[in-house]
């Protein structure tokens, strides 16, 4: 079974700022089928990227998604006041989605 | 537009079942799976599996099997879990989430979640 493990924990920054997740599997996703979601508090969860570096629709270009292998990021070229929230990335390759453990963006 | 709407919030005693409904509207409900994703108190994100609704083939996450059903009721474009055996560390979020074709895809509508609590 694969392991996504996501870093930092916990992200501090400030609006404008540049923020970048990582997000890391325990084995080569060679399908490069990895996403990632957004959720705030009291809410579902929203994709936000999928195949590695395709936005969902209506997804600002702000935020953009790498990697290949067993190395993926997500990017967000400057932080608007609401980005502030938890990511996660999720393998979907293998039949059984696996989430990673998330990485908390907060206000510094 | 893509809707899934979920049954309300429940409480349940330790060793009872819990069934979550989540009833699918705004695109062809058989033509994509179902899954169900949970989240703890202040946890992440936990996959437990899905549904074809076309052919009702299941799947679920090892942690689960024998103590979770998932069904579907084609005429109401509704899907249902089932959970049993409940124990405190059941209580949590579940929402349930379309995939695509096959099981493998991305879960790109959810539903509002419905809140699971388990107390004696």
């Known amino acids: 079974e694969i392991v996504l493990t996501q870093s930092p924990g916990t992200l501090s920054l400030s609006p404008g700022e540049r923020a970048t997740l990582s997000c890391r599997a325990s084995q080569s996703l060679s399908s490069g089928y990895l996403a990632w979601y957004q959720q705030k508090p009291g809410q579902a969860p929203r994709l936000l990227i999928y195949g590695a570096s395709s936005r969902a629709t209506g997804i600002p270009d702000r935020f953009s998604g790498s990697g290949s292998g067993t190395d993926f990021t997500l990017s967000i070229s400057r932080l608007e006041p609401e980005d502030f929230a938890v990511y996660y990335c999720?393998?979907?390759?293998?039949?059984?989605?696996?989430f990673g453990h998330g990485t908390k963006v907060e206000i510094k | 537009q893509v809707q899934l709407v979920q049954s309300g919030a429940e409480v349940k005693k330790p060793g009872a079942s819990v069934k979550v409904s989540c009833k699918a509207s705004?695109?062809?409900?058989?033509?994509?799976?179902m899954h169900w994703v949970r989240q703890a108190p202040g946890q992440g994100l936990e996959w437990m599996g899905w549904i074809n609704p076309n052919s009702g083939v299941t799947d679920s996450a090892q942690k689960f099997q024998g103590r979770v059903t998932m069904a579907r009721d084609t005429s109401d474009s509704t899907a249902y879990m089932e959970l049993y055996g409940l124990r405190s560390d059941d209580t949590a979020v579940y929402y349930c989430?379309?995939?695509?074709?096959?099981?493998?895809?991305?879960?790109?509508?959810w539903g509002q979640g419905a809140r699971v609590t388990v107390s004696s």
């Open positions: 705004g695109y062809i409900f058989t033509g994509y799976y």
């Open positions: 999720q393998h979907y390759g293998s039949s059984r989605g696996t």
């Open positions: 989430a379309r995939g695509g074709y096959s099981g493998f895809d991305y879960l790109e509508y």
